[in-house]
Structure formats: structure tokens, C-alpha cells
């Protein structure tokens, strides 16, 4: 075990930074205890790896197991936030000037990791979210490692598998895990370039791979490299929650990117701001039941 202390230089949210990071409330690499301890399993590019995080006041006490547990402690700063540059942003409207207001221990993490972020993107693409975890988690009990560190504390955690096993899945697992063939194809071919994209993982470099589009990239983009610009455009409720908040209408993708254009560089972060603190889009019909492909 690995131990480092860190002293965040502003009031720091835990739960609100790390939020992004973890893909639902059943993550197998991704878990909250009720004591407020967060553990987060990963695979560095050293290995694999878990990370313990305990905050108390302004310092977060971090522990780490695994080959990939150096690299982990090296980047705690990033992925609390510390590369984050809130600062530089100017609040244009009443709404976005009301959640800065309220959300000083907001940050954007970076993860640092690429692929690992691009993954669950591809499986979230056009589907429920609870699709998309299901997914995720069936995929990492079955085909990643457990994590590595103290076993009656890490049991359940699921470090997930490296590009190469992603690559390999067969057509029959993919189904089980209720990913149809389309995104498992995009994530195959993804897995065959995983380590050109974690050197360049630029939007023209991954939005230039089959079955990546401008969404999914953006969504890989602002957890990896904490990019506070990214817009997930595409999404079904995005237009909506920042048109009703910014101009107190719904409004399509065109429409939104109009609206965030005074806040390029952060476009982005408005859009967290907005959903972090109320902004809802309105529902106009009943909610979409969960699919299960596993049954077709």
C-alpha cells in the first residue's frame, strides 16, 4: 500500500467531482462506502490498480494498491480538480451566475485515461442509461480482475479489462451483456487503437474511428483530460435543460451551441454547472421503459 496526504487549496466536493467518474450506482469499479470513503479501480498505464480517498476538511487522505498504485497517487491532484481553471470563467446569465454562486467545491476531474473513459461512452450511445450500466457492469464482472488491495475492503471491485480482452469478447458475450452488435464493433475497433488514442486523443483523432461521433468523443473528453469545453452534442436532453435555463425556452443542438457560444473555452462547465444545480428538461411524455437486447 501506497499513502499520500493532499491539501485541496479550495473548498473540494468529493461526491460532485468524482460524479462523472463513476458509471452508476452498481459501478463494479466505482464504489461509495456509508462512511463517505470512495474507492475507484482502474487500469494505468503501469497496471492495475485501486484508489482509497477519505476527506477530512480540506485534506484527502488517498491510499492506493497495485502496480498501477504510484501512477494513481501521482494524479490525485488531476483528478480532484487541481488542473481545473474555474477561475478564468465569467458567469454571462442570471441562471449560470446562481450556480457558480453555489458551487464552490465543483471541479472537473481528469482521469487521465482514454479508453477507459471511451468505453461506457460507446455503451451509453442511443440507449437508457440503465441499459448502458447494465452493460458496463456485466462486462467488467466477466472479463475484468478483481482489484487489487486489502480483500475484505476491495471485494466486488472489478478493475476493467485492458484493450487487448476487449478485443477478443465474443459475439456471444457482447449479447449477454446487452450491447448490441454496433457498439460492440465501434468498441472492438476502439480496442485496436486504444494506445494511439491515449497519445492523441484529440476530437479529430477520435471522432475519425467508426461509430464515434462528436457525443461520444466529448463524453470521453471530459473525464480523460477534464475538458471543460466539450459539448455533448447529440444529447437528447442537453438542448432542452440549457435552452429552459438560459433563455427559458426549449431549443434544438444548434440552438444550444448559439447559447454557449459566449462561454467558449467552458462550455462545458456551464452545462454541468446547469444540471448540477436544477436544470431539468421537462418530461412530455412517460418515461422510456429499459430495453433488455439480451431477450431479441
Not at 474511428?209 to 475538458?227: H, K, M, N, S
Amino acid at each position: 500500500m501506497l499513502t499520500r496526504d493532499w491539501t485541496a487549496p479550495w473548498p473540494l466536493d468529493l461526491r460532485r467531482v468524482l460524479r462523472p467518474v463513476r458509471r452508476g450506482p452498481r459501478d463494479p469499479a466505482f464504489r461509495i462506502d456509508r462512511d463517505g470513503t470512495f474507492w475507484r479501480a482502474c487500469r494505468t498505464p503501469e497496471g492495475p490498480g485501486t484508489l482509497r480517498l477519505r476527506q477530512r476538511g480540506s485534506v484527502v487522505h488517498a491510499a492506493a494498491w497495485g502496480d498501477g498504485a504510484g501512477w494513481l497517487l501521482d494524479g490525485l491532484p488531476d483528478l480532484l480538480g487541481a488542473g481545473d481553471v474555474p477561475e478564468e470563467f465569467v458567469a454571462r446569465h442570471p441562471a449560470v451566475a446562481e450556480a457558480v454562486r453555489r458551487s464552490a467545491g465543483l471541479r472537473l476531474a481528469r482521469t487521465g485515461l482514454v479508453f477507459e473513459a471511451l468505453v461506457p461512452a460507446v455503451l451509453e450511445q442511443k440507449v437508457l442509461l440503465e441499459e448502458a450500466w447494465r452493460a458496463w457492469g456485466y462486462l467488467l464482472r466477466r472479463f475484468g480482475e478483481p482489484a487489487p488491495g486489502p480483500a475484505e475492503s476491495t471485494r466486488g471491485l472489478r478493475v476493467p479489462p485492458p484493450p487487448r480482452v476487449w478485443a477478443l469478447i465474443p459475439s456471444w458475450e457482447w449479447h449477454r451483456s446487452g450491447a448490441e452488435p454496433v457498439r460492440a464493433r465501434t468498441i472492438v475497433g476502439a480496442a485496436r487503437m486504444a494506445d494511439r488514442l491515449e497519445a492523441d486523443p484529440s476530437m479529430e483523432r477520435l471522432t475519425s474511428l467508426p461509430g464515434i461521433g462528436v457525443w461520444t468523443a466529448a463524453e470521453a473528453r471530459q473525464r480523460a483530460l477534464g475538458d471543460a469545453d466539450a459539448v455533448s452534442v447529440g444529447d437528447y436532453h442537453l438542448p432542452r435543460i440549457v435552452g429552459r435555463a438560459l433563455c427559458g425556452r426549449p431549443v434544438d443542438d444548434a440552438g444550444m451551441l448559439e447559447l454557449l457560444a459566449p462561454y467558449a473555452g467552458h462550455r462545458h462547465r456551464v452545462i454541468r454547472l446547469l444540471e448540477v444545480h436544477g436544470a431539468r428538461a421537462e418530461r412530455r411524455a412517460p418515461r422510456l421503459p429499459v430495453r433488455d437486447y439480451r431477450r431479441f
